[in-house]
């Protein structure tokens, strides 16, 4: 079942490799860095299954799924197949007049996949777009719905949700990574954090800031915009399914539209195909993006009801208002479908909950170390949290030296395997990280 083709060792001399990694340096802007004090970075040769082939030789295994999104592992014989068949009948073509059947085909599979009420697909290229998507599409609802000053929106503190604008505008204020930008920002509302953990008892008071919120600014507010169950950039943190379930009732009591960003939880990362299932919740927007082509191309989603998408179609101006160039890409929504069939004719929910009994089981030993404040699992995600923010060149430099692929943030080090890696994998990748982890002298003082 399981693919592994044979590659190329070392293709690229050392001297290659230097002045690539020279020009790098010089001129190639990599996300969050510094363009004068560039750290390290690694050069990929190329990556197979769960293994990435650094352009030196060695060999990492990945922790990432390069940002949530490889669910399949690298250089997938399937995947390629779908990009390949796509490429010979065509790479492109606008959205705007024209269609095509890879598009109409993935948008029947997104709206039989997730909550029955989501009707409607629109496609965008990034996460951070489809986020974009889906606030104007809630303040596009209320203008045609005659309440334009229902415009703002709500949110929960820790989220993140983008780098664009108004997707900034939505992260959480502090560790959000936007605070320089929060005058040019539209200002929201911030309901606190959820506190009561995913396993922990309910507590009807940990709703109260975004229910008192609602109870006063509901005449002003668009829609409240969380992430299902998990937090991701933001804080690493698993909420109570019933957090979200008080959420949904409380958007209903206030009329306000609910929006789910699903993009970093989507296609069964936390266990469930969507994690707005472990609440049984329906949103009225939702955001889909990352592992939605299996990692293999920039492709989001965003989808919504009926009632959105009739409410912005029968006033005026009676169009949706948003239209990227490359929306809808056929090699993208090709790709797509591919990861999908592939997910769902795999035992996915088999291997997630492994990954998860194995993570808890084997990130045990860093809670005996001091500088260890906590460490959480959910489904394929595993999460230590440090007491002190971590040394990021030091750490990474570590991380690689123990052959493994592991990108941490402030005092955030975790894990979220590729869905096929193997017990033997799982194993080498969170020993190096028990081992790398005990160094205290990895995190600042
Ligand atoms: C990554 C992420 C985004 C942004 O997606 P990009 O593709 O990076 O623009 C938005 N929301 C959540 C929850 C994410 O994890």
């Keep these: 079942m399981r693919f592994f083709g044979s590659y190329k060792l070392c293709s690229m001399h050392n001297i290659t490799i230097d002045h690539l990694l020279q020009l790098d340096q010089q001129q190639v802007w990599h996300p969050y860095a510094s363009m004068t004090q560039s750290p390290p970075v690694y050069l990929v040769e190329s990556a197979q299954g769960v293994r990435l082939k650094l352009a030196d030789g060695r060999e990492l295994i990945d922790g990432m799924s390069s940002w949530w999104s490889v669910i399949h592992g690298y250089n997938h014989p399937r995947l390629n197949q779908a990009i390949r068949q796509q490429l010979d009948k065509t790479a492109h073509v606008m959205f705007g007049g024209l269609s095509h059947e890879p598009a109409i085909?993935?948008?029947?599979?997104?709206?039989?996949?997730?909550?029955?009420?989501?009707?409607?697909?629109?496609?965008?290229?990034?996460?951070?777009?489809?986020?974009?998507?889906?606030?104007?599409?809630?303040?596009?609802?209320?203008?045609?719905?005659?309440?334009?000053?229902?415009?703002?929106?709500?949110?929960?503190?820790?989220?993140?949700?983008?780098?664009?604008?108004?997707?900034?505008?939505?992260?959480?204020?502090?560790?959000?990574?936007?605070?320089?930008?929060?005058?040019?920002?539209?200002?929201?509302?911030?309901?606190?954090?959820?506190?009561?953990?995913?396993?922990?008892?309910?507590?009807?008071?940990?709703?109260?800031?975004?229910?008192?919120?609602?109870?006063?600014?509901?005449?002003?507010?668009?829609?409240?915009?969380?992430?299902?169950?998990?937090?991701?950039a933001g804080g690493m943190r698993f909420y109570s399914p019933h957090y979200l379930r008080r959420a949904r009732e409380l958007c209903d009591e206030y009329d306000v539209l609910l929006i789910l960003d699903e993009i970093a939880t989507n296609f069964g990362r936390t266990g469930k195909l969507f994690a707005c299932e472990h609440a049984a919740v329906t949103p009225d927007i939702m955001c889909l993006g990352k592992a939605l082509t299996g990692g293999y191309m920039t492709l989001a989603a965003t989808l919504t009801t009926d009632r959105v998408s009739q409410g912005i179609c029968n006033a005026k101006p009676g169009v949706f208002m948003h239209g990227p160039t490359f929306m809808a890409n056929p090699l993208a929504c090709s790709v797509a479908l591919a990861s999908i069939d592939l997910l769902l004719a795999s035992p996915w929910q088999e291997q997630v909950r492994h990954i998860e009994d194995q993570l808890k089981q084997l990130l045990a030993p860093t809670l005996a170390y001091d500088h260890?404040?906590?460490?959480?699992?959910?489904?394929?995600?595993?999460?230590?949290?440090?007491?002190?923010?971590?040394?990021?060149?030091?750490?990474?430099?570590?991380?690689?030296?123990?052959?493994?692929?592991?990108?941490?943030?402030?005092?955030?080090?975790?894990?979220?395997?590729?869905?096929?890696?193997?017990?033997?994998?799982?194993?080498?990748?969170?020993?190096?990280?028990?081992?790398?982890?005990?160094?205290?002298?990895?995190?600042?003082?």
């Excluded at 005659?146 to 604008?165: E, V």
């Excluded at 505008?169 to 995913?198: I, K, N, Y």
């Excluded at 229910?211 to 969380?226: F, N, T, W």
């Excluded at 194993?427 to 190096?432: A, D, E, K, M, R």
């Design 105 to 232: 085909r993935l948008a029947e599979k997104l709206v039989e996949l997730t909550p029955a009420a989501l009707q409607q697909v629109f496609f965008s290229d990034s996460g951070s777009v489809a986020v974009e998507v889906a606030l104007k599409m809630a303040i596009q609802y209320w203008h045609a719905q005659g309440q334009p000053q229902k415009n703002k929106m709500l949110t929960i503190r820790s989220g993140y949700h983008g780098d664009t604008f108004a997707a900034m505008s939505v992260c959480d204020p502090v560790t959000g990574m936007h605070e320089l930008f929060t005058d040019v920002l539209t200002p929201q509302f911030f309901a606190d954090a959820p506190q009561c953990r995913f396993d922990e008892t309910w507590d009807e008071s940990d709703i109260q800031s975004m229910q008192q919120l609602l109870q006063s600014h509901h005449g002003e507010i668009a829609a409240v915009i969380m992430e299902p169950i998990v937090q991701g």
């Design 372 to 445: 260890v404040a906590d460490m959480r699992v959910l489904g394929g995600i595993g999460v230590i949290e440090t007491q002190r923010p971590v040394k990021m060149q030091e750490i990474t430099t570590a991380f690689v030296n123990a052959g493994i692929w592991v990108r941490p943030f402030g005092k955030l080090v975790y894990l979220m395997p590729p869905f096929v890696i193997e017990d033997i994998d799982l194993t080498l990748l969170t020993n190096g990280l028990v081992k790398v982890l005990a160094d205290e002298s990895l995190l600042m003082t």
